[in-house]
C-alpha cells in the first residue's frame, strides 16, 4: 500500500494518471476549437498566437514565445504563415534590428470580431458556468507554474 492507501497496482494504470487526463482534455479542448478556427483559415497554434497580438500588437517574437510557451524554432514558421496569409507582419525594431516585432494586419485585426465568436461558442461546450472555468483556468496554472519551478 501507498502512503495514501492507494493499491501499488492501481498507481500506473492509465486512467488513474493526471498526465493522460490533462492529455486527454487538452485533445479535447483543440478538437472543439478545430472546426470553428478552420472556418477562421487558422488553425489552433496561431489562433494563440493572434490571441496574443490582440493584446499586444507589435510584440516582440521573444514576448510571443513567452506568453505560449513556445521556442522560437516552433514560432517562427506559425508566424511566417500568418504573415503568407496577410494577418500579421514581421519587423524589425526601430531601436534595436535585431530585434523583431510582429503587427496585425488590417486583415488581421478584422478576425478578432469574428474570433470572439469562437470563445463564446467554446464556453457553451464546456457546459461549465462562468465560476467553474475560472477556477479550473486558474487551477491549471498553479498547476504550470508548480510544474515549470520543478523543471527549472
Known amino acids: 500500500m501507498g502512503d495514501d492507501g492507494a493499491d501499488m497496482s492501481d498507481v500506473l494504470k492509465l486512467d488513474n ?4 487526463a490533462l492529455h486527454a ?7 472543439a476549437y478545430q472546426p470553428l478556427l478552420e472556418a477562421l ?4 497554434p496561431q489562433y494563440l498566437v493572434l490571441l496574443t497580438l490582440w493584446e499586444e ?14 521556442d522560437s524554432a516552433t514560432l517562427t514558421p506559425l508566424l511566417k504563415r500568418l504573415e503568407a496569409h496577410g494577418l500579421v507582419e514581421r519587423r524589425r525594431s526601430t531601436v534595436d534590428e535585431r530585434v523583431v516585432e510582429i503587427f496585425l494586419t488590417a486583415k488581421g485585426r478584422r478576425l478578432e470580431r469574428k474570433a470572439s465568436e469562437v470563445a463564446k461558442d467554446i464556453f457553451c461546450k464546456t457546459q461549465l458556468s462562468l465560476g467553474e472555468l475560472g477556477r479550473l483556468r486558474e487551477e491549471l496554472k498553479e498547476l504550470t507554474r508548480k510544474l515549470q519551478a520543478v523543471a527549472a
Open 41 to 44: 483559415g487558422v488553425t489552433y
Open 25 to 31: 482534455a487538452s485533445r479535447a479542448m483543440t478538437g
Open 17 to 20: 494518471q493526471l498526465c493522460f
Open 57 to 70: 500588437d507589435g510584440a516582440r517574437v521573444s514576448r510571443i514565445g513567452e506568453r505560449l510557451h513556445l
